[in-house]
Antibody, heavy 119, light 107 residues
Framework: QVQLVQSGAEVKKPGASVKVSCKSS????????IHWVRQAPGQGLEWMGR????????NYAQKFQGRVSMTRDTSITTAYMELSGLVSDDTAVYYCARDESTSGWLHHWGQGALVTVSS | DIQMTQSPSSLSASVGDRVTITCRASQTITNYLNWYQQKPGKAPKLLIY???SLQSGVPSRFSGSGSGTDFTLIISSLQPEDFAAYYCHQTYMVPYTFGQGTKLEIK
């Protein structure tokens, strides 16, 4: 069965960077986009971007342009999301999710990784 | 970017009630609209994709409709496990965007 397993919780200081991993299994990794969605405490869902694991092409939300980098390592079927220049408003649960088709709906989700930014 | 406006932002209802949540897009998204349910501390769960297609395993009391800019999620008879947050999500054009969410609470 499809599984997305994310790395654990992180605590970072303002100005630092964080890199969250998303290990995929149960399907052909290069066949489906991986998306990243975050959720600040008590807030809604925010789409950050996606990566095509086959060719590495990315699309980012403009809000994160210049600060986010989504990459993948096909040899270990793992996607990564790195966010730099962290501020307290970046405190959130970061989810990876796999889309189901070219229509983009997100059927499979990781368990989420809490990133806390605090001095 | 396409803005998704969901209403209401919160809703109190009773078991057995029929509930309607709406989502409006700032431009046409044809039928590239999906609905998710999220319970506290859990990842979102896909309920409806392509505006009206019920995800496998989701109870038939959930239904979706709409096209273009206006969409609706209906829960025909609320069950105790349905009290959660609901989000619409457009996948017509990147950046994909979510509605702000509807928190469904027990009356």
């Amino acid at each position: 069965q499809v599984q997305l397993v994310q790395s654990g919780a992180e605590v970072k200081k303002p100005g630092a960077s964080v890199k969250v991993s998303c290990k995929s299994s149960g399907y052909t990794f290069t066949d489906y986009y991986i998306h990243w969605v975050r959720q600040a405490p008590g807030q809604g869902l925010e789409w950050m971007g996606r990566i095509n694991p086959n060719i590495g092409v990315t699309n980012y939300a403009q809000k994160f342009q210049g600060r986010v980098s989504m990459t993948r390592d096909t040899s270990i079927t793992t996607a990564y999301m790195e966010l730099s220049g962290l501020v307290s408003d970046d405190t959130a649960v970061y989810y990876c999710a796999r889309d189901e088709s070219t229509s983009g709906w997100l059927h499979h989700w990781g368990q989420g990784a809490l990133v806390t930014v605090s001095s | 970017d396409i803005q998704m406006t969901q209403s209401p932002s919160s809703l109190s209802a009773s078991v057995g009630d029929r509930v309607t949540i709406t989502c409006r897009a700032s431009q046409t998204i044809t039928n590239y609209l999906n609905w998710y349910q999220q319970k506290p501390g859990k990842a979102p769960k896909l309920l409806i994709y392509s505006a009206s297609s019920l995800q496998s395993g989701v109870p038939s009391r959930f239904s979706g409709s709409g096209s273009g800019t206006d969409f609706t999620l209906i829960i025909s008879s609320l069950q105790p496990e349905d009290f959660a947050a609901y989000y619409c999500h457009q996948t017509y054009m990147v950046p994909y965007t979510f509605g702000q969410g509807t928190k469904l609470e027990i009356k």
